[in-house]
């Protein structure tokens, strides 16, 4: 039933793009007003420019909601975690829950799954006494816009404000965006948690390779930054598994900067292992705390031609009529 819902309100969404599209063809007077707007943009504050694409994605995201959610899958785990840390029922949930994966076929699933979309939901069932599919799917909705304006920040840094706008708006307003909110699992937090990670990585970078050895005060913020990058890739790993290859492709960077030998061509050097130390802390207070979650994506990792055509076939299937 989700994919009938997902496919009609991808038709409505998609429907406005391909106008869209027709009229920036076929009409002149239109091209020359998209490229007078888009020079508006160049000139604006990143600010504003930042708050315009969050609420275009908090409406268009909005929009795709529609009430009632579909039941099983890692849905109700990550609910009965949820509920579990609020009641403080953990051992419980988990003995029952082992009773359901001995007593059910193969493959259903990890024991414990990732905590991090779990802590988020607390508020929730806390507020709500229980997890209410539209206020749930609101949230979504509002990870998934600040998530896009992580995405831009880092846009942003490497070209105009318009093109940053334009890139950011193509990837949120992917189907597999805005319809996955209706989901209401843990892939739009997955996706909030890696762009935050990413832009704090990507200023940590930028900064550690200007900053680190002029004074006290960008010192303390570069460590800031490195506190944060490792904390952030964390929580995208507690989120998915497979957020884990953020922290391993700032090691790999790194890495390759030990060969090149500019790994300790600071006095400050050390300083370039704060991430991984935030990483590993933050990682064992949640093992230590709560119960090591299980499951891993490492053969997501390998590289094939399949995979890669099949991710362009996904983005690109948005366009097709529904089949219902």
Known sequence: MDYFFMNLYRTRWYAVLCLFCLIFIFSKRF?????????????????????????????????????????GGDYSQYYAQARALVTGTIPEWFRKNNFIIDNSCDGIGSDVYPWMWSIMLVPVYMIFHGFPVIVVK??????LACGSFFML????????NARA?????????????????NAADADIPGFFWSMAALCLADRYLYERKTSVSVSV????????????????????????????????ALA??????????????????????????????????CDTLLMKSGGTYKSYFTFSSGRFLMGVKQYFYSFQLPAC
């Open 31 to 71: 091209r020359s007003l998209f490229y007078r707007q888009a020079g508006r943009l160049n000139a604006c504050r990143k600010w504003k420019v930042s708050l315009l694409l969050f609420l275009i994605t908090l409406a268009a995201g909005l929009l795709m909601i529609y009430p009632g959610k579909s039941w």
């Open 252 to 285: 790999a960077y790194d890495i390759l900067r030990v060969f090149r030998k500019r790994f300790f061509k600071s006095r400050n050097w050390w300083i370039q292992l704060v991430p991984y130390a935030s990483f590993i802390i933050c990682k064992e207070v």
């Open 165 to 181: 706008f334009a890139l950011s708006l193509f990837v949120t307003g992917s189907y597999q965006f805005l319809c996955n909110v």
């Open 217 to 248: 005060e960008k010192i303390r913020r570069v460590l800031l930054l490195a506190a944060g990058t490792g904390a952030a890739a964390a929580a995208a790993m507690l989120t998915k598994t497979l957020c884990e290859g953020i922290i391993l």
């Open 153 to 160: 920040r880092i846009f942003m840094r490497r070209m105009t």
């Open 138 to 143: 609101v949230y979504e909705v509002v990870l």
